[in-house]
């Protein structure tokens, strides 16, 4: 139910709590629909690119507004892979970071440092934004892993020049890389990072436009968006229904934990959308990505028990299960650390971003909404000597 607020000028202004369905600005980046035309980036339905295509061309259509030619996906891939190495300032952060540091405080912390020393620091240019943007996504896989490792003791790894941005990032948090499982693994980690490289006005990618359109630097921005995605409304999905599914432990124990969870009024994670409420077609996508994984490697589990809790919900709430629910599969059967499941959604979610806060900025207005206020009446006041 819709409430009235008045401005100063007496007109009345519809208030939705949290924004909910509220327009609040105009975007060419991503169409979210319920209907017939479903995602789209840039007009490209989700699904065909999560088919054909890979995460940099993704990353270059969100940014630059059109697929890239040959010329233009080598020259993308060769400027990522020229961005690779974290600059000295960068480095010397690696061994300021405590072992127990949150991995998304330590990436809200590395990208505002990474923005700092920044060669185009000054430049906040249409075009710096682009070279600062690839930076981004070339640096921030290289960052987590290196924080990861770091802390744990492990070797570090550096990128390899024979493998796409997700082959790295599988092979720099895993250490998978060659064989056929990797291969397999990292084509569907590339389609998850397609499939999250970009949502409309989300939390995060709000808050990256309401800090872009102070005209502050590219990298404020993001960090804004870093700091919203920490919270667990919006971020961290995907790495609680990992632990929800580790705690089913099997397919066998999956009807019960669930019928149970849902009888003590417990949250069953992975289920529902804000916008989306008739299903994620992205789910749809990563649900058989993640089946595929499972049979090539010989492991049903995860996949197994997904399915049923998935049964149950749809049949009990009529919930249908969000992109995040599969994905979750997906990285268990990866082996990626469950705490870095936030972190690998920023290396691809960075690419909308960064998308969006070129566009505020090319037609910028101060986003500055209203507030409904609810607090007292007017009231006179007393000076300190009448007061009891």
Known sequence: ???????????????????EGVPAGESAICQVDEGDLGL???????????????????????LYGELPGKKEAADFAERLRAEWPLPPSAEAFLDLIPPAAHPMDVLRTGISLLGMVDREVEDGSRQANLRKAIRLLAQTPELIAAVYRRTRALP????????????????????????????AMARV????????????????????????????????????????????????????????????????????????????KRRVMGFGHRVLKKGDPRSLIIQREAERLGRLCENQRWYDTAVIIDRIMQKEKHLYPNLDFYTAVAYLLMDIPRELYTPVFVCSRLSGWCAHVIEQQDHNRLIRPRALYTGPAPRTYVPLDRRG
């Open 40 to 62: 789209r980036y840039r007009g490209y339905a989700i699904g065909d690119l999560a088919e054909q295509g890979t995460f940099e061309d993704t990353a270059y259509l969100l």
């Open 1 to 19: 139910m819709t409430t009235q607020a008045t401005d100063d000028e007496t007109r009345t202004i519809p208030y939705r709590p949290g924004l």
């Open 156 to 183: 570090r790894l550096h990128p390899r020049a024979d493998l796409s941005l997700a082959e790295n990032l599988l092979y720099l948090l895993t250490g998978r890389q060659g064989d056929a499982q990797a291969k």
């Open 189 to 264: 980690l590339d389609i998850s990072l397609i499939l999250y490289a970009e949502h409309e006005f989300n939390a995060s990618t709000f808050a990256a436009r309401v800090t872009a359109s102070t005209l502050t630097d590219l990298h404020a921005s993001v960090t804004s968006a870093i700091g919203t995605l920490k919270g667990p409304l919006h971020g961290g999905a995907n790495e609680a229904v990992a632990a929800m599914l580790l705690d089913v432990g099997s397919p066998a124990r999956a009807e019960r934990w669930v019928r149970t969870a849902l009888a003590e």
